[in-house]
């Protein structure tokens, strides 16, 4: 089975920079993607891991290291924009079209 | 990249009710995938939807609750059967798209609420 733990909120200041952590315990996964989904909208992909490490995408990066179990997606010069709720999801080595998702973080920036 | 459209965005209906829920995709793609949102809760995957052949479900969905098809490569839809205000939820179509750039795409919902 799968089980991702992620912080239920985070508060930082316009400006500023945040990580927002996924920790999870697999059987195995193909890789870790992230999402941002702004209250009454659909969620958006962020970014995808299929190998150790960081990507950088603009302000966004996500970093993922399979022999911590662990991944966290990071969030330079956070706008008010930003502030919306961010998933962390695995991709089942069982079944490769299968993501389960985590709980999710509510990320408040404020001015 | 992919654009995906949903119908109907909203809906409210009578418990015992069915509704059907369209995904049109700008693109052929060989799998669709249908995700439940639970009010303030994560993404649940229902199924998986490949043309020509029989949806595939996850654990806790079966079929004559959430009847599914997909008559080509651009569309599917969902069916939610005999509806409880337990199905109240938003109901999100998506795909996947590999290559050298591995995204995946979501169609703006379906908020659905039984009353």
């Known amino acids: 089975g799968q089980s991702l733990e992620q912080p239920s909120e985070v508060t930082a200041v316009e400006g500023a920079i945040v990580q927002i952590n996924c920790t999870y315990q697999?059987?195995?996964?193909?890789?870790l993607s992230w999402y941002q989904q702004h209250d009454g909208g659909a969620p958006t992909f962020l970014s995808y891991?299929?190998?150790?490490g960081l990507e950088e995408t603009g302000r966004f990066s996500s970093f993922l290291s399979r022999s911590d179990s662990y991944g966290y997606l990071l969030l330079q010069e956070l706008q008010m924009k930003d502030s919306a709720s961010y998933f962390c999801?695995?991709?089942?080595?069982?079944?490769?079209?299968?993501?389960?998702f985590g709980s999710g973080t509510k990320l408040n920036v404020k001015p | 990249s992919a654009v995906i459209s949903q119908k109907p965005s909203r809906d409210i209906c009578q418990r015992g009710t069915s509704l059907t829920i369209q995904c049109q995709v700008d693109?052929?793609?060989?799998?669709m995938f249908w995700y439940r949102q639970q009010p303030g809760q994560s993404l649940t995957l229902i199924a998986t939807?490949?043309?020509?052949?029989?949806?595939?479900?996850e654990s806790g969905f079966v079929i004559d609750k959430f009847p599914i098809s997909r008559p080509n490569l651009t569309f599917s839809t969902l069916t939610v059967s005999n509806m409880s205000p337990e199905d109240s939820s938003i109901y999100l179509c998506?795909?996947?798209?590999?290559?050298?750039?591995?995204?995946?795409?979501f169609g703006p919902g379906t908020r659905l609420t039984v009353l």
């Open positions: 891991n299929a190998l150790d």
């Open positions: 697999t059987s195995g996964f193909y890789g």
């Open positions: 939807a490949n043309q020509g052949s029989e949806a595939t479900y």
């Open positions: 998506s795909v996947w798209t590999s290559g050298d750039y591995n995204e995946q795409f």
């Open positions: 693109s052929q793609v060989t799998m």
């Open positions: 999801a695995v991709r089942d080595q069982g079944n490769f079209n299968k993501f389960y």
